[in-house]
């Protein structure tokens, strides 16, 4: 099966059961800090980067090309331009249509799919083992020679407008594109992935060309293979596929205004069975000294069913149907939100009691629940690195973004070592001017 993908990365809101994962990860022994074989990493002359981590413990591989190529590079007239060309290039390549490779990957046994997002793009597949060089030949083609064809920027345009338009009707995605547009006011994080009605309508073929040619260079790519490979086999296809592409020079990297706290507070009116309360606050890049601390505050809140808002709004207060926090840090500053769903008659009591835990995080320092949100951050950390897939993506990410081969060690230590004045200082730092979205049904 081959198909597109294009969604922002922001996550739904889940609850999750935080015991079973984290003895489930730590009993694993830190799988993510041993990974199953070695990994080997090289740099093509062209710039292009190779990862292989060799995984003997399951027949099967997954790929994933990450790109530097998202709504970061975009304004609003070219919102989901990115997203747009991956959703043309998975229709065909010069050699076969997209109906011929979709049979082709499922004769592999696996799947492929492409997308846009925001620090970056991605082309990913799986198969089973014995079929890597054939999945990398696919991801390859894809990638090198998609056809990008008139007719499928036509076809395209019109599937995702309707998808825009059923995220719009959603009232829960619509809630968090609006508070993404607010917080960012003129970064392009505001943008959403998918575009808007607007800019799509502008899109056509010589733009869909010109934007893969900018930005499919080898020096803005990373290939990651994770599955029961030989890497130096991987290795040796990955110089053939893709050695001989130009090398380019550096790309001027845009200006990007730097978004700021506004403390504003905006509401939107959509028919809706519940009442969309959301508090975000611009929080720092992965490569910044508060990142693990802002990821254990948005634990210690939004963690699961143990978490602050879902314990004390959920179920002692019966205030919402829904509450969770969560952090994602990107290349540019992140955002910590904090979510409730609540039923509308409940809705003020549900934003003033959503108000005083806010307060509460930055006037007191946290007890025993920091040891708690430690062990469930880093457990889930962990069942999350446990698949080839996941692997592969991590692996090309942090490649990707500098982190450094180093950065889940690191990051774990930087957890570890979080105290509860840290969480304090962070939540008093991040939270002090936070945006607020209200998504609510019409008035009567």
Partial sequence: MIRHRGTRARPAVAM??????????LAAGGADAREAGRVERERLPNGFRVIVRENPLAPVVAVSLLVAMGTRWERPETAGLSNFVHAVMVK???KRSGAAIAETIAALGGKMSAS???DYSEIRGTALARFWRDLLGLTAELALEPKLAPDDVEDERRFILSRVQRRRDNAASRAFDELYAALYGAHPYALPTLGTPESLRRFDHAAVVAHYRAFYRPDRMVLAVSGQVSAPEVLSEARRLFGGMPRHAAMTEPAI????ASGRRVEVEQPAQQTQILVGAIAPAMDHADHAPVKVLATILGGGMAGRLFV????KRGLA??????YDPMREPGALILYLGTAPQ?????????AAEIARITAERVGDELARAKGYLLGRYAMDRRTNERQ??????????????????????????VTAADVQRVAQRYLVRPTTLVLRPPRR
């Fill in 16 to 25: 999750l059961l935080v015991a079973v994962l984290i003895v489930a990860a």
């Fill in 257 to 260: 205004p730097a978004p700021a």
């Fill in 346 to 354: 409940n809705a003020a009591r549900a934003e003033q009691a959503l």
């Fill in 312 to 315: 004390e709004l959920r179920d």
């Fill in 116 to 118: 846009g997002d925001t």
């Fill in 321 to 326: 149907y829904t509450a969770s926090a969560y």
């Fill in 92 to 94: 065909g390549t010069r």
């Fill in 392 to 417: 592969a993506w991590y692996l090309a990410y942090y490649a990707l973004a500098g982190a450094g081969a180093d950065f889940p060690e690191r990051y774990r230590r930087a957890v570890e070592n």
